[in-house]
């Protein structure tokens, strides 16, 4: 941990903003901490990838003390933030002893949301980190597995239907990754 030589900016999260505060702080007179849960930067645009086999999850996942390397006034301390404590200027974590800060960026993310229907996601797994997309890739893969054994056989279909939620990028870019560079059927109305 780093001891306070200058005015101490904690940043909450190792995704796109707070890796781009982190680094426009590189070379001010400011000590920075970044807190994660992780240990890596992801890419999380290339999600969809791994989810689909097309890539290992080290191509799309950095280590956050590599990206700073040569940044002395930059640390990196991975756990889970707790609470926020604004009247003291404290972040209070899960593993280690508060860390106290002169300015806070929280930056922590994003979380996919089943609106109220939780029991939606053993159905519907959502693609935010390395672990989603890894539970996603392995099923996948299982179910073509299945199909190569089934092939010929009207089982094998059940084994080769994916249904995607969400026509956002995600959606949209995993469905060519799982069906082909085909052009995909439009409903009928």
Known sequence: M???????VV????G???INAAKALAKK???VIIIDRTNHHLFQPLLYQVASAALSPGDIASPIRTIFRGKPNIYVEMDEVTAIDTKNQVVKLSEQDD??????????????????NPEWEQFAPGL???DDALKIREKVLLSFEQAEHLVGTDEATK???F?????GPTGVEIAPMLFGEQEMPLPQS
Request: charged share 15%; glycine share 10%.
């Open 159 to 161: 084994y080769l239907t």
């Open 11 to 14: 940043i909450i999260g190792a």
């Open 2 to 8: 780093a001891h306070k030589k200058y005015p101490r």
């Open 16 to 18: 796109f903003a707070g």
């Open 29 to 31: 007179p400011v000590d």
């Open 128 to 130: 935010k980190s390395l």
């Open 99 to 116: 860390i106290a800060f002169d300015y806070l960026i929280v930056a922590p993310g994003s979380r996919h949301s089943y609106f109220a």
């Open 163 to 167: 249904v995607i939620v969400g026509g």
